[in-house]
């Protein structure tokens, strides 16, 4: 018989993606929710939305005219705002008219995939990943090619990407600050992957993308600086989502901007459109482009993001665990202190304590914790996560005896 369903969901379903298996049939997907529970598995909010967010849609909502909830597309004024937001940030000339508003970043992503590559192209993507890319890639019917980063700090790895491109590479995916290590990739870094793609580009005679996953470009530590590959790069395709900065993962707005100067831009940008709409029209409602001038000035706190950081880093570390400090996004990766992470997992819910398993995202040894979680939540978590360790050390002990 032949398949009831489309080969490219049929490839999407056959990229196994244990982070959905985690989410729908772990213990966690049974006591999400419950209170009591220390929940650092995803980056969803925990706490009451940033101030000021509620009032600009309110704001927004009263129509101006009688197109205010019509049909929209990239609203002229929502990519004026972006790019001289983009412009402010990252230096260079963004242009309007080169920026393409999306229903987020799982939007932009498909969107600029399916607008610069082809069925069967090769498409680099850097491992720890997020856990979407591969089936992100093999869902358009392109061939994913995966670059495996060296912990601990799992830095852009310019030399191993070089050996993974091939004549039929048409794209790499960089993710910085990077989901789950949270490194921002230095500005040297970049630079470097630069030349070495338009070196590939032109031996290829045909020119490889960089799709640049910057949903965390504004959720930074330290003081810490981001550097964009669109400034180094101009075959760049930045894509962003608000719903990191914002944390409102719920309300979808993004964009995809073209790094100044990008050569073909015309024809890429008519790609992007027609790409979006062949994707299921994908744009933000007309509400989130309407309050877009309000939207993009907020920001969560990121102080006292970087405080529960700092506590965690600072007691996990005093309790023997090792970890990757980070530089931004929301995430904090430790070093399982059993080598089963998924054994260790249930040593921590056995606490109540739900962290995500680094098996779920290639990372087998590792977990991720959130920084969205509440701040009572992780002062909470701290004595379980100290006997936790400790259990994990009688059990390596007891292993270790039980070998000779
Ligand atoms: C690295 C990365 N890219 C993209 C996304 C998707 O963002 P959005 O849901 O806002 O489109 C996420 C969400 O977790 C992410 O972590």
Same mark, same amino acid.
């Given at each position: ?232 790069? /101009? #075959?760049?395709?930045? =894509?962003?989502?608000?719903?990191? %900065?914002? @944390?409102?993962?719920?309300? $979808?707005?993004?964009?995809? !901007? ?91 819910? /056995? #606490?109540?304590?739900? =962290?995500?398993?680094?098996?779920? %995202?290639? @990372?087998?040894?590792?977990? $991720?914790?959130?920084?969205? !979680? ?31």
């Amino acid at each position: 018989m032949t398949r009831a369903i489309s080969s490219e969901m049929a490839a999407m379903l056959g990229a196994k993606m244990p982070f959905f298996a985690f989410l729908t049939g772990s213990e966690w997907a049974r006591r999400a929710g419950e209170p009591g529970i220390c929940d650092f598995v995803t980056g969803e909010p925990q706490e009451m939305p940033v101030e000021g967010y509620a009032e600009a849609l309110a704001r927004w909502s009263a129509p101006q005219n009688p197109h205010w909830f019509g049909y929209k597309t990239s609203e002229p004024a929502a990519c004026a705002v972006v790019a001289d937001s983009l412009g402010e940030r990252l230096g260079g000339d963004f242009r309007p008219e080169q920026i393409f508003m999306t229903n987020g970043a799982i939007a932009g992503l498909t969107v600029a995939l399916k607008a610069v590559t082809d069925p069967g192209d090769e498409v680099v993507f850097l491992s720890p990943p997020w856990f979407a890319y591969e089936s992100m890639i093999q869902g358009r019917g392109a061939v994913p090619v995966r670059v495996k980063l060296q912990a601990p700090r799992f830095d852009l790895d310019v030399a191993a990407i070089e050996r993974a491109i091939t004549e039929r590479t048409r794209a790499i995916i960089v993710n910085s600050p990077n989901n789950p290590s949270g490194r921002i990739y230095s500005s040297a870094a970049l630079t470097e992957l630069s030349s070495v793609l338009e070196d590939a580009s032109a031996s290829n005679g045909r020119p490889i993308y960089v799709i640049s996953d910057e949903a965390y470009s504004k959720v930074l530590f330290d003081g810490r600086s981001f550097f964009s590959p669109a400034t180094h790069y /101009a #075959r760049t395709l930045l =894509v962003y989502t608000y719903g990191k %900065t914002l @944390l409102t993962p719920g309300q $979808r707005m993004g964009y995809i !901007a073209l790094a100044p100067g990008m050569p073909d831009a015309e024809q890429v940008g008519a790609a992007i459109f027609m790409s979006q709409i062949a994707t299921g029209w994908a744009f933000p409602n007309a509400l989130l482009q309407h309050a877009i001038a309000d939207l993009d000035k907020l920001s969560i706190d990121l102080a006292a993001l970087q405080r529960k950081r700092d506590l965690l880093v600072d007691a996990l570390t005093g309790f023997g665990y090792e970890l990757t400090i980070p530089e931004g996004t929301f995430y904090l990766l430790v070093r399982s202190p059993l080598p089963d992470d998924m054994a260790f997992v249930d040593l921590l819910v /056995a #606490r109540d304590i739900f =962290v995500l398993p680094g098996s779920t %995202t290639e @990372l087998p040894g590792y977990f $991720r914790i959130s920084l969205t !979680a509440s701040m009572q939540m992780v002062e909470r978590s701290l004595e379980g996560f100290q006997a936790a360790a400790r259990e994990a050390e009688q059990v390596a002990e007891a292993g270790a005896g039980a070998a000779f």
